[in-house]
């Protein structure tokens, strides 16, 4: 059989996308996640691709359950994102994104560590023209700002392969754990920038707000979930990850409340969702992973589908800050039910895909003892209901009445919402299609009496807490502004304190300068009243005299200006 990467397809359609146009692009555009998850499904587990790079062995293709439930997962979100934008014309868009899904791919069927690396990099390089391609100062700001945090993390990888290879003579990529050594731990922090450890996190909830309203749908399917498998491949069981995780799931809540850019909402509330899948990473039992992975999968369906029904909006309207938004389900009625479906499944309703996989994953926190964590992620839980849930569609489409009547968006939009709702009702009803793609044999049963009553009560007393704060005007109103977290360090004081160094240095330069010019004047006078040659020789030498004492007195200020 003739075995095809699975990558290969998508860069393969990118090329073709580049002398395409109209019907014929769309329609390669269409095949190929199509074909390529045809591929994938007759390839199965197994490897092939071997070759060898300065006498390591490495490996194109390596597919295990792990790996093959993440590659399924960015076919089917690749054809709904593609889907989705079939409406756009602009050929950088179309042309990244299916390099953006190729790269995705081949990071997670990577077979070695160098391979990783070469996607990994190519991740980076084609999302941030997804960025760009919003062609306006602000998304070109943050692009570049997106963009420097992933070569960093690119860095930091390929820093950590250098000493892993010296260290085992061998580039596999199987697990890694943290130990007593360098390379364990920049690739940890390497795979945690792509995953948005807190501290790291600004280049999501900066950039993907900033991208077009198609090119958000693709940034958070692919980045931050092959961060997710590289971390379950490299380092389940990690404890430090179960405390980045529960963190990772508390603090973008409050942030999410006060924001009025409700896409900006959305990437705070992937940071929020990510942290439980990084807590089943660092658990590490065949419940916690499964649970991780499969909340993976659930969440590029259910936050994929919040992020179209925003962007459907700001495509429409043109706006997409809560203050100006509200009285939508007037004349996009189908929006606003899809939305609601994407806010049930992300809150965890019964019946739906969220439910069946964030409770493996809070179970999974129960049974081995951590207890505080339990309990921090149903705080998050509630906290994810209030601003996901509830404040998405009730601000945009509810809410006070902006007097906008903005009609439904392009067809092909509410086509690839509504795939995106009918795979979080099909998942939530019936989880065990999901459940028989997942890395390890299990026998778990989401609907029983515990976990649903225990499910609709926090649902309920989170909604009740939403009313009476609304009611009572205490809930945090949308405000036209701009919240700054981390990212205050190197967008406010980092610039301040650049600039106010390089103030300082030309005041010292200017003195110097005055200094020097003052010095070589005073010479000058004291040569000439003194001597007071007359002729050619002597107005040589007091030239000479002029020069001489200008390059030790420059001499004198460069070792002033390095000493200090």
């Known amino acids: 059989m003739f075995e095809v990467a699975p990558f290969i397809p998508f860069f393969v359609a990118a090329l073709l996308a ?81 390099l953006y899904a190729g790269s995705a791919l081949g990071a997670v069927f990577a077979g070695d560590l160098l391979t990783l690396f070469i996607f990994w990099e190519l991740l980076a390089v084609t999302s941030v023209f997804l960025v760009w391609a919003r062609r306006n100062g602000r998304a070109y700001m943050a692009g570049l700002r997106y963009f420097t945090l992933h070569i960093l993390s690119g860095l930091l990888l390929l820093g950590g392969i250098i000493f892993y290879g010296q260290a085992h003579s061998s580039l596999a990529f199987g697990q890694i754990g943290l130990g007593d050594n360098a390379y364990s731990w920049m690739i940890f922090l390497a795979f945690g920038i792509k995953c948005a450890f807190p501290f790291f996190h600004n280049w999501l909830t900066d950039a993907y707000p900033e991208s077009t309203p198609t090119g958000t749908v693709f940034l958070s399917a692919f980045t931050t979930k092959a961060a997710v498998y590289a971390l379950a491949r490299a380092y389940p069981g990690t404890e430090l990850l179960v405390y980045i995780g529960a963190t990772m799931a508390c603090f973008p809540i409050f942030y999410a409340v006060i924001e009025n850019d409700l896409r900006r909402v959305l ?14 990473i660092g658990i590490g039992t065949s419940l916690a992973i499964n649970g991780a992975v499969a909340h993976a999968f659930n969440d590029v369906i259910f936050k994929g589908l919040l992020f179209m029904s925003m962007g459907a909006v700001l495509h429409v309207t043109g706006r997409i800050n809560g203050s100006e938004l509200g009285g939508l389900y007037k004349t996009m009625p189908k929006t606003t039910i899809l939305c609601i479906v994407g806010a049930a499944s992300i809150s965890a309703f019964p019946l739906f895909s969220g439910f069946v996989s964030k409770s493996m994953v809070m179970s999974a926190a129960i049974k081995n003892g951590y207890d505080w964590v339990w309990l921090i992620l149903l705080f998050a839980s509630a906290g ?47 989880p065990q299609a999901l459940y028989s793609l997942l890395p390890h044999e299990m026998a778990y049963t989401p609907y029983d009496v515990t976990h649903v009553l225990t499910q609709l009560q926090l649902l309920f007393f989170s909604a009740l807490a939403f009313v009476w704060l609304n009611l009572r005007r205490l809930y945090p109103p949308e405000l036209p502004s701009v919240n700054l977290d981390v990212e205050w360090l190197y967008r406010r004081l980092f610039p301040q304190a650049i600039r106010g160094f390089v103030t300082a240095a030309f005041r010292l330069d200017n003195r110097v300068r005055r200094a020097a010019i003052g010095g070589v004047g005073a010479l000058m006078d004291s040569v000439a009243s ?20 200008v390059v030790l007195l420059l001499g004198v200020y460069l070792l002033l200006g390095f000493a200090l």
Request: net charge positive.
């Open 18 to 98: 580049l002398v395409l146009r109209g019907w014929p692009r769309a329609l390669v555009m269409i095949a190929v996640p199509l074909l390529g998850l045809a591929n994938l499904w007759m390839l199965g587990a197994g490897s092939f691709g071997a070759y060898s790079v300065l006498e390591f062995d490495l490996l194109l293709f390596r597919a295990d359950k792990l790996s093959l439930l993440f590659g399924y997962l960015f076919h089917v979100a690749a054809l709904i994102a593609i889907i989705y934008a079939l409406h756009v014309r602009d050929t950088l868009q179309q042309v990244v994104s299916l």
């Open 267 to 280: 990437a705070y509330s992937l940071i929020n969702q990510l942290g439980f899948m990084v807590v089943g």
């Open 530 to 549: 003194h001597h007071r040659p007359a002729g050619v020789l002597a107005r040589s030498w007091l030239t000479g005299s002029m020069v001489a004492g």
């Open 384 to 430: 994810v209901f209030h601003h996901a849930g509830i404040k998405i569609p009730y601000f945009a489409f509810f809410a006070h009445d902006s007097g906008i009547r903005a009609k439904e968006p392009p067809a092909n939009m509410l086509v690839a919402m509504t795939i995106a709702a009918s795979l979080c009702l099909a998942i939530g009803i019936y």
